[in-house]
C-alpha cells in the first residue's frame, strides 16, 4: 500500500513540473513584463545607488520593459548598460513568477573620504573611482593632506582596503595625511601619538610590525607616552617619546 502511495504522488510531482514547465517554460515567448522590480544588495543607507537611480538608467536609455512581450526584452543589454555606471560592481537581470523584471544591483562601496588640501571632498571606491559625498554619509578613514585623486587611487587604495576589512585597523586608524608623497601619516583613534608609515610601500608589513608593538609595549608602558612611532625605517620601530614641562 506504501508503495502505491508513493508512485502515486510521485506521478502528481511530474505531472505538476511538467505543467510548470509548459505555462512558465513553453509560453514564455507569450508572457507580458508586468513590472520591475529593483533590489540593491548591501546597499548603504541613504546612498547614492537607489531605486529611483536604478529606474531613471533605464529611462535614459529609452528602455521601458513593461507591457513587452518577455522574449522582446534583453536582459544582457540592461545588464551591459548599468556595468558601465562607475558606481555599480555588478547587476544580474531575470524574470520571477509574477512576470516582473528583477534587477539585483551591487553598489561600488567606499572605502576611504578623502578631504584635500586643494578643497576637493570625495569618496574612493573599492574600484579606485570617485564617489560624490553628498548623497550619502559613511563612517570612514579619512585623507587629509597633499592628495590627489591620482595618488590616492595608485597609493591609498589598497592601504585603505586593507584598514577597512582589518577589525583592530579599523577600529585604531581615523586618519591618513599626506605630507608628501614617501610621507604619510597615520593619526589612531586611541593615544596621542602620530603613526609615521613613510611611503605605503610594504604597508601591510609595517603595521604588522606596529601591531606587535602595541601589544607587546604600549599596552605595558601606556598609550600616551610616545609622540611619534616610525615605521618608514626596514625592520625598526623608532619612538619619540613625549616630553612633559617640568613644573615648579
Known amino acids: 500500500m506504501k508503495t502505491v502511495l508513493k508512485l502515486l504522488l510521485l506521478v502528481a510531482v511530474l505531472g505538476y513540473l511538467v505543467i510548470a514547465v509548459w505555462r512558465f517554460g513553453g509560453q514564455a515567448e507569450e508572457r507580458i513584463c508586468e513590472g520591475i522590480r529593483v533590489e540593491i544588495i548591501d546597499s548603504i543607507p541613504d546612498g547614492f545607488i537607489t531605486d529611483e537611480y536604478v529606474r531613471s538608467i533605464l529611462t535614459r536609455n529609452k528602455i521601458s520593459p513593461i507591457g513587452m512581450k518577455i522574449c522582446d526584452v534583453r536582459l544582457e543589454q540592461i545588464e551591459e548598460l548599468l556595468l558601465k555606471e562607475s558606481h555599480i560592481e555588478n547587476a544580474s537581470c531575470y524574470y520571477d513568477a509574477a512576470s516582473r523584471l528583477c534587477i539585483e544591483v551591487l553598489p561600488q562601496q567606499p572605502v576611504l573620504h578623502v578631504i584635500s588640501q586643494k578643497g576637493e571632498d570625495y569618496y574612493l571606491a573599492s574600484n579606485g573611482l570617485t564617489m560624490p559625498t553628498a548623497n550619502f554619509n559613511v563612517d570612514l578613514c579619512v585623507a587629509t593632506g597633499h592628495v590627489t585623486k591620482e595618488f590616492a587611487s595608485e ?92 613644573t615648579k
Open 155 to 246: 597609493h591609498l587604495l589598497e592601504l585603505a582596503r586593507f584598514i577597512r576589512n582589518d577589525l583592530f585597523w579599523s577600529e585604531q586608524i581615523e586618519q591618513i595625511h599626506v605630507v608628501a608623497p614617501e610621507q604619510v601619516e597615520l593619526y589612531p583613534r586611541i593615544g596621542r601619538h602620530v603613526i609615521e608609515l613613510g611611503s605605503t610601500e610594504n604597508f601591510r608589513d609595517k603595521l604588522n610590525r606596529l601591531r606587535i608593538f602595541y601589544q607587546e609595549g604600549l599596552e605595558r608602558v601606556g598609550w600616551n607616552k610616545y609622540k611619534t612611532i616610525s615605521l618608514a625605517y626596514d625592520n625598526q620601530i623608532v619612538c619619540t617619546k613625549v616630553h612633559n614641562k617640568k
